[in-house]
């Protein structure tokens, strides 16, 4: 790794690949933009163009909420879970009217 690579927990790339079933290059761009990078020095560091990057992006907020995809503060990360289908949010609003 060269000194302008960022540090990526191998473990993290892992449980993505793994468990939810992430794509390797899907994967860093996730972590690459939790950690605040833009979509431009994402492509860089993932090698694929910028186009690609707003496409995984895009799909992890479609799957996971807007949330997912932005950096934050601190150490602490909330593990992705998939957003419920809107189909069963009006189930259960129905159910509280």
Request: glycine letters at 8%; hydrophobic letters at 30%; zero cysteines.
């Amino acid at each position: 790794m060269s000194n302008n690579e960022p540090e990526i927990n191998s473990k993290h790339i892992d449980y993505l690949k793994f468990s939810l079933g992430m794509k390797e290059a899907k994967a860093r761009t996730y972590v690459l933009s939790r950690m605040g990078y833009s979509t431009s020095g994402i492509s860089k560091h993932v090698s694929v163009t910028e186009g690609t990057v707003k496409k995984y992006l895009d799909d992890i907020e479609g799957k996971y909420g807007r949330e997912a995809v932005y950096a934050r503060s601190g150490k602490s990360d909330k593990i992705l879970e998939p957003l419920p289908e809107f189909d069963e949010i009006n189930d259960e609003n129905q159910n509280t009217l």
